[in-house]
């Protein structure tokens, strides 16, 4: 995925605008481009020899560069000598683990992204790597189309973190007098950090095949629901994240249950009903989040008390999880699914309509009803 970002160019139009700057632009660029660059630098850590080879010859084809390390020691001691982009690592090897390699890496070398290969569904260690610093994991027996979705993902994703680093101690180092033109540039490095957010979400729809663009879709219909109520512009902001990252726990789910084109079994739905949980734990702590977490924990949550994962009734659910019921229960009905079709918009309404009052806030239905169909439509079509 290519994005461009030209907020770069306008810090540097604001800072001349108060006296000069001492950036260049050859330093910065132009709406430059940051892109997950096919000449990047991997390093796969594989205990496994015919695993590690056959990764690594896998990647190469694709024309990364690729070098590879039997054990986390040997990993270390390849990053003392030369820069890595990228950290592919087993998380079990005997001697020092990958979750301590990892550990390793994000203290010593914080630019190099690290991506984690678990043989099991050990799904409490990988969201602890996710905290760690871990961008991604994946799991063996690799899905070779799934692992590249990951490569490229991670890579653009560092990519963005990196220069978002760059980008803000350089100005913070030349505009100490210039207080307004630092708070314009960190308010755009905000907005940048929302499309690195998109990014990452884009990789979690994809697993998903026919539900792709889904999580930026919701995104708009939230927004647009929330037009219809009183809410700050903060307000605005958070829910949108929270919409966006709504089913982030959906990456501690099996493919096997995730895409099951067939109904699920009472164990499969136990763990299915896990994602809520599993989401609210990911962004936990992580502070520009903080206030959307709510809404990724609730958003199956009933208005009649029969949801999970609290069993909660009525206004004890977050108003901003009350809105987003009825905006995914809109989606999910009007997008193909592994199990179904896509429905029509119209038996998408007077579904809502029944389940107004059981499922759904009845007022934030009655606020739903009254948006446009063509309002609706126009941004099914934007992300489809």
């Known amino acids: 995925m290519e994005q461009t970002f030209p907020f770069v160019q306008h810090q540097l139009n604001a800072l001349s605008s108060l006296g000069g700057s001492d950036l260049p632009d050859q330093e910065l660029g132009s709406g430059r481009r940051i892109d997950a660059m096919q000449d990047s630098l991997i390093l796969?850590?594989?205990?496994?020899?015919?695993?590690?080879?056959?990764?690594?010859?896998?990647?190469?084809?694709?024309?990364?560069?690729?070098?590879?390390?039997?054990?986390?020691?040997?990993?270390?001691?390849?990053?003392?000598?030369?820069?890595?982009?990228?950290?592919?690592?087993?998380?079990?090897?005997?001697?020092?683990?990958?979750?301590?390699?990892?550990?390793?890496?994000?203290?010593?070398?914080?630019?190099?992204?690290?991506?984690?290969?678990?043989?099991?569904?050990?799904?409490?260690?990988?969201?602890?790597?996710?905290?760690?610093g871990a961008y991604d994991y994946i799991t063996k027996p690799f899905d070779l189309e799934k692992v590249m979705e990951s490569v490229r993902s991670t890579l653009h994703t560092a990519a963005v973190r990196k220069q978002d680093h760059q980008i803000t101690e350089r100005l913070k180092s030349i505009v100490q007098t210039k207080s307004s033109a630092l708070d314009l540039a960190l308010k755009d490095l905000e907005l940048?950090?929302?499309?690195?957010?998109?990014?990452?979400?884009?990789?979690?729809?994809?697993?998903?095949?026919?539900?792709?663009?889904?999580?930026?879709r919701v995104q708009a219909y939230t927004l647009r629901l929330a037009q219809e109520l009183d809410f700050e512009e903060d307000q605005l902001t958070d829910l949108g994240r929270?919409?966006?990252?709504?089913?982030?726990?959906?990456?501690?789910?099996?493919?096997?249950?995730?895409?099951?084109?067939?109904?699920?079994?009472?164990s499969e739905w136990e763990e299915m009903r896990k994602h809520p949980a599993i989401g609210y734990e990911?962004?936990?702590?992580?502070?520009?989040?903080?206030?959307?977490?709510?809404?990724?924990?609730?958003?199956?949550?009933?208005?009649?008390?029969?949801?999970?994962?609290?069993?909660?009734?009525?206004?004890?659910?977050?108003?901003?999880?009350?809105?987003?019921?009825?905006?995914?229960?809109?989606?999910?009905?009007?997008?193909n699914r592994p199990y179904r079709q896509a429905l029509s918009s119209d038996h998408a309404r007077a579904e809502i309509q029944v389940q107004s009052g059981s499922q759904f806030d009845p007022r934030i239905v009655e606020l739903f009803l009254r948006i446009s169909q063509e309002d609706l439509d126009r941004i099914a079509d934007q992300y489809s």
């Open 44 to 132: 796969v850590v594989e205990d496994e020899p015919l695993i590690r080879e056959n990764l690594a010859e896998y990647l190469r084809q694709q024309e990364y560069q690729c070098e590879t390390a039997g054990s986390g020691k040997e990993a270390l001691q390849k990053l003392r000598k030369q820069s890595f982009d990228l950290v592919i690592t087993d998380i079990r090897m005997p001697g020092f683990t990958g979750v301590e390699l990892l550990r390793e890496i994000s203290h010593s070398y914080p630019d190099t992204a690290v991506i984690m290969i678990t043989a099991v569904a050990d799904l409490q260690t990988a969201v602890q790597s996710m905290k760690q």
């Open 192 to 216: 940048h950090r929302s499309m690195t957010l998109e990014a990452l979400v884009r990789a979690l729809d994809a697993r998903e095949h026919e539900t792709q663009c889904h999580s930026l």
């Open 242 to 266: 929270g919409a966006l990252l709504h089913d982030i726990g959906k990456i501690g789910v099996s493919d096997s249950i995730l895409l099951k084109p067939g109904n699920l079994t009472p």
């Open 282 to 335: 990911i962004v936990s702590g992580i502070k520009f989040l903080e206030n959307c977490a709510q809404l990724i924990l609730c958003h199956h949550e009933r208005y009649d008390g029969r949801g999970y994962p609290a069993g909660l009734r009525g206004e004890q659910i977050p108003l901003e999880a009350r809105i987003f019921a009825v905006i995914d229960t809109y989606d999910a009905i009007t997008s």
